[in-house]
C-alpha cells in the first residue's frame, strides 16, 4: 500500500501487469486455471487508486487525509481515484450524522470538486452524506455516491503511471473553475439488519432510498457503474448496470468485522464474475470512533473474479490497470450475457 511522503509498507500491487496473469499479484489468490496465460495487448492502460482510509466525526481531519490520498495519486499517474462510504465522516449516532451533513452545492463538495480540477483526476466520491432538496420536509438525507470530472470536458486519454498528471483541455475549451458533477447515484437499498450480539444497524431512521439507478458514466478508464456498500448483495443492480454497458462497478463500502470477514471479498468477486467487469471496492478500515470498527480490505477484481489489488491494515492506496482489451476477451471467450434465457427469468435492466 502506498503512503503519502514516499514511505511504502504491505505493498500487494502498486501496478498492475498481465503477462501472464498467474504472475500478477504473488501472495494472492488466481482461480484461473487454464485461464492463467490469458494475455494480452502490451500498451499502456489506465490506472485507477482506491482509497482505503479511518474516517471520523471529524470533518476537516478527514478531508485532510482524502486530499493527500488524491494528491499522491496523481502524483503516481492515476486517472481516476475511488474513495469509500462515508469519505466526508462517520458519526458517532443518527443525530450527529445529521447535524453534519451537507447538501451538494455545499462547502465541502466545492472542496473536491476543487481538488478535482487541481489534481487533474475523476474522483469516485462513495457514500456523501447529502441533504437533499426535500431535507427541510424530511429531516433525512441521502446516501450519495459522487463522481466528480476534473475538468468537465469530455474525456481526455487517461494518463499513465510516470506520465503526465493532466490532460491538456481542447484549445477552444474554456478551464472551468472547479471540476464538475458527472453523476449522482443514491443509494437504493439501505442496511437495516441485526445479527444478535454483534451488529446492529438501522439505515433507513435517517436515511431516504434512492429511487433509481444511474446509467454507466464514460470515464477515462471506462464506462462506471454506480453503487454503494450494501447495494453489493443485491446482484440485480450490477446486472442491469452491465446490461447498460458497464464495464466497471465500484462498491465504495463501510463493512463492519462480523460481516466483512464472512461475505466481503466472496461478493466483490462473484459481481466481477458474474458481470465479466472490473470490480473496485474502496473501504473504511479501523476504529472510527468508540463504536465502530471498520473491516477494511479495499480491492480490485478483474472480469475473471481475480483479486489484482489489495489494501493491508490502515489509510493508504492501492493501485490497478484496467485492461478493456482483456475484459473483452473474457466476455468474447464466455459470452455469458449472450447465453441468459430472458424467455425463463426476464431481463434486469434500467
Given amino acids: ?88 465522516y462517520i458519526g458517532r449516532d443518527s443525530a450527529q450524522t445529521l447535524s453534519l451533513a451537507e447538501s451538494l452545492d455545499g462547502e465541502l463538495m466545492a472542496r473536491y470538486s476543487a481538488l478535482a480540477r487541481d489534481c487533474g483526476v475523476w474522483l469516485s466520491l462513495g457514500g456523501f452524506h447529502e441533504r437533499g432538496a426535500d431535507w427541510p420536509s424530511t429531516q433525512r438525507i441521502y446516501n450519495c455516491h459522487v463522481l466528480l470530472d476534473p475538468t468537465g470536458e469530455p474525456p481526455q486519454p487517461c494518463p499513465m503511471e510516470g506520465g503526465p498528471v493532466t490532460c491538456p483541455p481542447t484549445p477552444c475549451a474554456p478551464l472551468l473553475l472547479a471540476g464538475r458533477l458527472a453523476a449522482a447515484y443514491r443509494k437504493t437499498h439501505l442496511c437495516d439488519v441485526e445479527l444478535e450480539g454483534r451488529v446492529t444497524m438501522k439505515e433507513s431512521s435517517f436515511t431516504n432510498p434512492g429511487t433509481e439507478i444511474v446509467p454507466p458514466i464514460s470515464t477515462p478508464a471506462g464506462r462506471l457503474g454506480l453503487s454503494i456498500c450494501y447495494d453489493l448483495r443485491f446482484p440485480e443492480i450490477s446486472l442491469a448496470l452491465r446490461h447498460a454497458g458497464a464495464e466497471i462497478l465500484t462498491y465504495p463500502s463501510a463493512f463492519t468485522f462480523p460481516t466483512g470477514s464472512a461475505h466481503w471479498e466472496v461478493l466483490l468477486r462473484a459481481r466481477a464474475i458474474e458481470t465479466q467487469c472490473y470490480v473496485v471496492a474502496a473501504a473504511q478500515t479501523g476504529r472510527n470512533h468508540e463504536g465502530r470498527v471498520s473491516y477494511g480490505h479495499t480491492l480490485v477484481a478483474d472480469p475473471w473474479g481475480t483479486v489484482v489489488a489489495q489494501c493491508s491494515e490502515g489509510p493508504g492506496l492501492c493501485y490497478a490497470e484496467i485492461d478493456l482489451e482483456y475484459l473483452h476477451r473474457v466476455r468474447r471467450e464466455m459470452p455469458v450475457q449472450s447465453h441468459r434465457r430472458a424467455d425463463l427469468y426476464g431481463t434486469v435492466g434500467l
Fill in 1 to 88: 500500500m502506498y503512503r503519502p511522503g514516499g514511505q511504502s509498507e504491505g505493498v500487494l500491487l502498486s501496478a498492475v501487469l498481465r503477462l501472464p496473469l498467474h504472475r500478477l499479484c504473488p501472495g494472492l489468490r488466481s482461480p484461473l486455471g487454464s485461464h492463467q496465460a490469458m494475455a494480452v495487448s502490451l500498451g499502456p492502460k489506465p490506472l485507477v487508486a482506491v482509497g482505503q482510509v479511518t474516517s471520523t466525526p471529524d470533518k476537516e481531519q478527514n478531508f485532510s487525509g482524502c486530499a493527500a490520498l488524491v494528491r499522491a495519486a496523481a502524483r503516481r499517474g492515476a486517472c481516476l481515484v475511488f474513495l469509500p462510504e462515508g469519505f466526508d
